[in-house]
T-cell receptor, first 114, second 112 residues
Framework: GDSVTQMEGPVTLSEEAFLTINCTYTATGYPSLFWYVQYPGEGLQLLLK?????DKGSNKGFEATYRKETTSFHLEKGSVQVSDSAVYFCALSQASGGSYIPTFGRGTSLIVHP | KAGVTQTPRYLIKTRGQQVTLSCSPISGHRSVSWYQQTPGQGLQFLFE???????NKGNFPGRFSGRQFSNSRSEMNVSTLELGDSALYLCASNPGFYNEQFFGPGTRLTVL
């Protein structure tokens, strides 16, 4: 079945440092890829997405590029802020009987220090 | 539009009891999914309802059940609670044939 593997955390950075969180996937077909973020005490919210190969998703300074050849969707940000501290989930989904039930990675905790 | 709402936000139960959690999706959304989030297992899919019918089901025992009403609101029920059922239960909605999920804040269930 489909699966998503992302780097284990926590990732600890100083403010203004460069962030990379690695994500690779295994899937049949052509899934859409997502990054969701979960702030403390909240549910998940979509950060960015890409629906086909070579698409780049971007939002709030975060970026990720859908790389079909390496089955990867790494999350990057050039300069993190303390407010970016959260848990980040990589996910994929593809249609199955009209549904798009996502498969999530285990999540990567990001801690940003001032 | 108001987001996905879940009630209650926190629950404490004892082993053997049952619990019902409620989810109100975004207006116009017909699909509601439920997930269990634990530190050990991560995010696991429970089930999805679409137009009052269960459309997909994850790999959970029959103690976990759900339903959806004609206004798309959904409930999930867990019977005969076990300690291992302690988790954050997340509800998500989407319009129906859409690849993005909109999550609620979750219900934190603690089983003592």
């Amino acid at each position: 079945g489909d699966s998503v593997t992302q780097m284990e955390g926590p990732v600890t950075l100083s403010e203004e440092a460069f962030l990379t969180i690695n994500c690779t996937y295994t899937a049949t077909g052509y899934p859409s890829l997502f990054w969701y973020v979960q702030y403390p005490g909240e549910g998940l919210q979509l950060l960015l997405k890409a629906t086909k190969a070579d698409d780049k998703g971007s939002n709030k300074g975060f970026e990720a590029t859908y790389r079909k050849e390496t089955t990867s969707f790494h999350l990057e940000k050039g300069s993190v802020q303390v407010s970016d501290s959260a848990v980040y989930f990589c996910a994929l989904s593809q249609a199955s009987g009209g549904s798009y039930i996502p498969t999530f990675g285990r999540g990567t905790s990001l801690i940003v220090h001032p | 539009k108001a987001g996905v709402t879940q009630t209650p936000r926190y629950l404490i139960k004892t082993r053997g009891q049952q619990v019902t959690l409620s989810c109100s999706p975004i207006s116009g959304h017909r699909s509601v999914s439920w997930y269990q989030q634990t530190p050990g297992q991560g995010l696991q899919f429970l089930f999805e309802y679409f137009s009052e019918t269960q459309r997909n089901k994850g790999n959970f025992p029959g103690r976990f059940s759900g339903r959806q009403f004609s206004n798309s609101r959904s409930e999930m029920n867990v019977s005969t609670l076990e300690l291992g059922d302690s988790a954050l239960y997340l509800c998500a909605s989407n319009p129906g044939f859409y690849n993005e999920q909109f999550f609620g804040p979750g219900t934190r269930l603690t089983v003592l």
